[in-house]
């Protein structure tokens, strides 16, 4: 059942993938003409054509596509033919196509036959990518490569201390008389003298270590004529343990030619060798950040899978299944953001990126954000408070998940980089609304680490991320702010920043936006009915009588718990009751729970009590309720939040109830302990309550350190099991077992220690086990799997 509802978003996330990924993907039917029966944008961008132009031009068949370019046509089908020929299933081939204006592209066209069939013909589905630039290079090279001054070869050095020719160019083969198709046949160095032979047999002992050699020979040419050589080698890489050596060969039997061949050989040994660094750092910076975006995209998946399983076994729990869905949007909307900041980045820097127009109401766009971001507030313990001046337009039309996307990037970055019990704020100010548009100024300040001015200058360059140590363990790809600024400036708007490192931040941005007025169509009007609001802060009472006002209510406002007590008895003595009393949950003196317990002494159950707080509600929500509370806001209060929750409670909707449960496991692991080692909250708590329903007794460390502290301090045989994650602060779970491991004590020799972990690549697994640990599971974690590991080990 759970995989039939998963299905459609599935195959919805499979389509949207096909249509963004920047390649041409086709489908063909394998007749005369490769008939065209699907396509995605990418193949018409490809070459040039609307799709309706090209449908109209060439019936959407390829051969008339390629009538002028008979080459190429040419290239494909004998392609085809040989694939078919041989048996195989794909085939791969390059050929330049020529697009609607005329120029010729190169394109590396990838395909594969299946089994299907559609009008008697087969299909086959074909990805066409566009290599221009790498096919420009390549020829480039080549010429650059046959054109070098001298003799080039390319030598692979065998483990036996012979020298295998795997390539050179054609002066190369013309002096020593060498067909192209028998150059890796040839016997090198055959023509050398007795010297020349001793010479080159004291420089293979280097070359095998990868050095760089240069030395002189004497060789015979295919005429059998003498010619002096200086070799120049440098390793460019290594096969299987085997050094490969491009081996230059400058002809100095004129040794005034020599001189200025040598110069000119170590400009290019020179350029070689800065070719390879930067290949070799590309390719590490390629692999660090598919790693860390491995363990980036595991993480939020882990808690929407978790979260769904808890949702599922306490079905019957409103609220429970509530903060559930809670969570599981907020890991879903930082899963979503995480592959949208790749995708987007690639469309900006294509030009693709394109904006909608999206009717929304900023009230409930900046409350889903702080909702979602409060369990981040919360486990870093700040304090966030936001104020809203001079908002008159709230319903407008723009791009609403990009706008959400930006000012996410900032929230977001305000809590990660701002340390604990820190404090973050969010003020929103409408400017000189005129002709519809309104500029929306949005200023977030935090008291955090701020940036270094160099870095400061760079903040909105793609894949920049600042040279702070104290910042390497947080997630990020580099790319939130370079969207960011580049969607701000789609929108005509601007985005600033002021920093000062170890002080904090501020970003301002202005967001021009298009307002329209349409009346609430659940607007109460209500007069017979009153609220009260309580409030320490007199603006706050002010600002919300109004949207009491506007939506049809009567209302009155005190600034104290003491005065609402009073003020409720005396409506309850003359029976005269409020319809409901909103009021804030920091107060001084008598806060909102304390207010709220003696306001129901007083009016008894009738009455609706709402807390409102800008604060996690989730800390003080159990308390509240059984004060008896009703219900709960989150600030900024905005008028449309605030006619949602006051229309629940005037039509007193019903909550459907449902019957049944579902259990995680049947296993029974009463009398177990475990040591949880986690460092992300949200993880912790999806663990303990999976693993829990077990009977089994689970405690719990933040970090490697604590895991090993809590080690120590137990006594031998109190732990049965340890579960470690592995990217954690202070110490990672590599080090944390490693430590373990050596402690002077006969259990923690055999105890099993699980990792489960986001970083989830082989090599992970590797180094794992090579640690000491016993298992490896990857996150999002296979409930499935889990259980099977704690039968398995307890």
């Known amino acids: 059942m759970e995989e039939q509802f998963l299905q459609p978003e599935i195959d919805g996330d499979y389509n949207l993938l096909m249509c963004t990924m920047g390649v041409s993907v086709s489908k063909h039917l394998m007749d005369e003409h490769f008939t065209v029966l699907w396509a995605n944008d990418f193949y018409y961008d490809l070459i040039g054509y609307p799709k309706e132009e090209y449908e109209a031009t ?109 390539d050179a160019n054609d002066k190369f083969l013309s002096f020593f008389g060498i067909k192209k198709e028998n150059l890796t046949t040839f016997p090198t160095f055959t023509h050398l003298t007795e010297n020349s032979r001793m010479v080159l047999d004291a420089h293979i002992p280097l070359m095998q270590k990868g050095d760089p050699v240069h030395f002189i020979i004497c060789s015979k040419s295919r005429n059998g004529s003498d010619s002096w050589f200086q070799l120049n080698g440098e390793c460019i890489g290594c096969v299987n343990g085997e050094p490969i050596y491009i081996i230059v060969y400058i002809d100095i039997t004129d040794i005034t030619e020599q001189r200025e061949l040598q110069k000119k050989l170590e400009e290019q040994s020179q350029l070689l060798k800065e070719a390879l660094d930067f290949a070799e750092k590309a390719n590490q910076a390629k692999s660090d950040f598919l790693a860390r975006m491995s363990h980036d995209i595991r993480t939020p998946m882990n808690a929407i899978v978790g979260m769904t399983a808890i949702a599922g076994v306490h079905v019957d729990e409103r609220e429970r299944v509530l903060d559930c869905l809670k969570k599981i949007t907020n890991a879903s909307n930082l899963l979503l953001s995480l592959i949208n900041e790749v995708l987007d980045m690639s469309k900006i820097e294509s030009g693709r990126l394109k904006l909608s127009e999206d009717e929304f109401n900023i009230g409930e766009l900046l409350q889903d954000l702080i909702v979602m971001m409060q369990s981040e507030v919360k486990s870093k313990q700040h304090k966030l408070d936001i104020h809203v001046n001079g908002l008159q337009h709230e319903n407008v039309v723009g791009d609403v998940q990009r706008i959400k996307q930006v000012l996410m990037n900032i929230i977001s970055n305000a809590i990660k980089y701002t340390p604990d ?19 929306y100024e949005f200023v977030f300040e935090d008291n955090g680490r701020g940036m270094k001015p160099d870095f400061l200058e760079k903040v909105f360059q793609p894949f920049e991320r600042a040279d702070d140590h104290g910042i390497s363990s947080i997630q990020g790809t580099g790319l939130g702010m370079a969207i960011s600024h580049s969607i701000i400036q789609m929108m005509g708007g601007e985005i600033k920043v002021e920093s000062e490192y170890g002080k904090g931040s ?12 349409k009346a609430f169509d659940g607007k109460m009007e209500r007069p017979d009915l ?41 409506r309850h003595s003359k029976n005269d009751e409020y319809f409901a009393v909103i009021l804030d949950m920091k107060m001084p003196g008598m806060n909102g729970i304390e207010t709220t317990r003696q306001i129901r002494a007083t009016v008894g159950l009738d009455v609706p009590i709402i807390i409102l707080s800008a604060y996690d509600i989730e800390e003080y929500e159990t308390e509240a309720q059984k004060a008896g509370a009703n219900g709960f806001i989150t600030k900024p209060l905005f008028k449309s939040k605030l006619l949602q929750v006051l229309k629940r409670f005037l039509e007193k909707e019903e909550v459907p109830q449902t019957t049944g449960s579902v259990k995680f496991s049947d296993a029974d692991h009463l009398g177990k302990r475990i040591l949880l080692v986690e460092d992300n909250e949200l993880n912790r708590e999806i663990a303990v309550e999976i693993i829990g329903s077990t009977g089994v007794l689970i405690e719990t460390a933040v970090n490697g350190q604590d895991a090993v502290d809590k080690v120590i301090q137990s006594a031998e045989g109190y732990y049965q099991m340890i579960l470690m994650d592995i990217q954690m602060p202070v110490m990672d779970g590599y080090e944390a077992t490693r430590q373990i491991r050596k402690l ?46 704690l039968s398995t080990y307890l």
């Open 58 to 166: 060439f019936k959407n068949q390829c051969d008339l596509f390629f009538a002028n370019n008979k080459a190429g046509w040419d290239t494909i089908v004998e392609a085809v033919v040989n694939a078919l020929k041989n048996g195989k299933n794909r085939y791969d081939v390059f050929v330049q196509m020529e697009r609607k204006d005329g120029s010729l592209i190169w394109t590396k066209i990838t395909a594969s036959f299946t089994e299907e069939v559609y009008n008697g013909y087969p299909i086959a589905y074909t990805v066409i990518t566009n290599v221009d630039d790498m096919m420009q290079k390549r020829i480039e090279q080549t010429i650059a490569y046959e054109n070098i001054p001298g003799f080039i070869a390319k030598y692979k050095v065998q483990k036996d201390g012979s020298l295998g020719l795997l």
């Open 506 to 517: 501020r970003f301002t941005i202005y967001m021009p936006l298009r307002y329209h007025e």
């Open 744 to 789: 002077p004590r006969a259990d923690v020799k055999k105890m099993p220690v699980i990792a489960m972990t986001a970083n989830a690549f082989s090599e992970d697994v590797t180094n794992a086990i090579n640690a000491g640990m016993n298992h490896h599971l990857a996150k999002p974690i296979d409930i499935k799997a889990l259980m099977g590991v």
């Open 421 to 439: 019990n820190g404090r973050i704020q969010i003020n929103i100010e409408e400017k000189a609304p005129h002709d519809g548009i309104a500029n």
């Open 530 to 570: 009153s609220v009260l609001v309580v409030d320490d802060d007199k603006m706050a009472c002010l600002s919300t009588c109004n949207y009491l006002s506007e939506i049809g209510l009567n209302s009155d406002w005190v600034c104290t718990g003491s005065e609402a007590v009073a003020a409720t008895r005396k």
